[in-house]
T-cell receptor, first 115, second 113 residues
Framework: DVKVTQSSRYLVKRTGEKVFLECVQD?????MFWYRQDPGLGLRLIYF???????EKGDIPEGYSVSREKKERFSLILESASTNQTSMYLC??????????????FGPGTRLTVL | KQEVTQIPAALSVPEGENLVLNCSFT??????LQWFRQDPGKGLTSLLL?????REQTSGRLNASLDKSSGRSTLYIAASQPGDSATYLC????????????FGKGTSLLVTP
């Protein structure tokens, strides 16, 4: 089974802190994604990466950055956390070939609260 | 921009009923469509993936259909059970939108014993 793991299920941070959210996948997928999910707004793409060190902005990249130094790991960074970044953050990965071509697999999510 | 709509937003049915969840999308130039299940406070579980060349996919009691030309997909759940209670999300990967998925806002399903 594909496994996508996220470093924390719940996280509480203070305004202005730098926050790192880590995501690891064990299926050698080329593509990795970060979404946030908010009530009434659904899932929105923040950033994605299609290869090591490669990244593309999604719909709402402002206030976020990402890092992909290894194929299996994709990090989301909140440079200076703000209260409007309180949300559920979901990581996903997908392959570029094979039986599950382009099927996205999600991690369990990180519920981030910024006080 | 691709818009994905799911109707109804919420649904309550008694156990044992067959039910249909609907998903519509505005741009028929899609690469694939994926149905997910999300339990409260949890991540998304992939249920079915339909490639644009396919008409339907089946997994156990679930059957998903795709009509690309009319911009519609349905998820059919047979003989519903209380354990099926969750939010069901539809997501479309457009041919022209790179790697991103466009998500609907989901249908919240409650199956009562």
């Amino acid at each position: 089974d594909v496994k996508v793991t996220q470093s924390s299920r719940y996280l509480v941070k203070r305004t202005g802190e730098k926050v790192f959210l880590e995501c690891v996948q064990d299926m050698d997928h080329e593509n990795m994604f970060w979404y946030r999910q908010d009530p009434g707004l659904g899932l929105r793409l923040i950033y994605f990466s299609y290869d090591v060190k490669m990244k593309e902005k999604g719909d709402i990249p402002e206030g976020y950055s990402v890092s992909r130094e290894k194929k299996e790991r994709f990090s989301l960074i909140l440079e200076s956390a703000s209260t409007n970044q309180t949300s559920m953050y979901l990581c996903a990965s997908s392959p570029n070939n094979g039986a599950t071509y382009n099927e996205q697999f999600f991690g369990p999510g990180t519920r981030l609260t910024v006080l | 921009k691709q818009e994905v709509t799911q109707i109804p937003a919420a649904l309550s049915v008694p156990e044992g009923e067959n039910l249909v969840l609907n998903c519509s999308f505005t741009d028929s130039a899609i690469y694939n469509l994926q149905w997910f299940r999300q339990d409260p406070g949890k991540g998304l579980t992939s249920l079915l993936l339909i490639q644009s060349s396919q008409r339907e996919q089946t997994s156990g009691r679930l059957n998903a259909s795709l009509d690309k030309s009319s911009g519609r997909s349905t998820l059919y759940i047979a003989a519903s059970q209380p354990g099926d209670s969750a939010t069901y999300l539809c997501a479309v990967k457009g041919s022209n939108s790179g790697y991103a998925l466009n998500f609907g806002k989901g249908t919240s399903l409650l199956v009562t014993p």
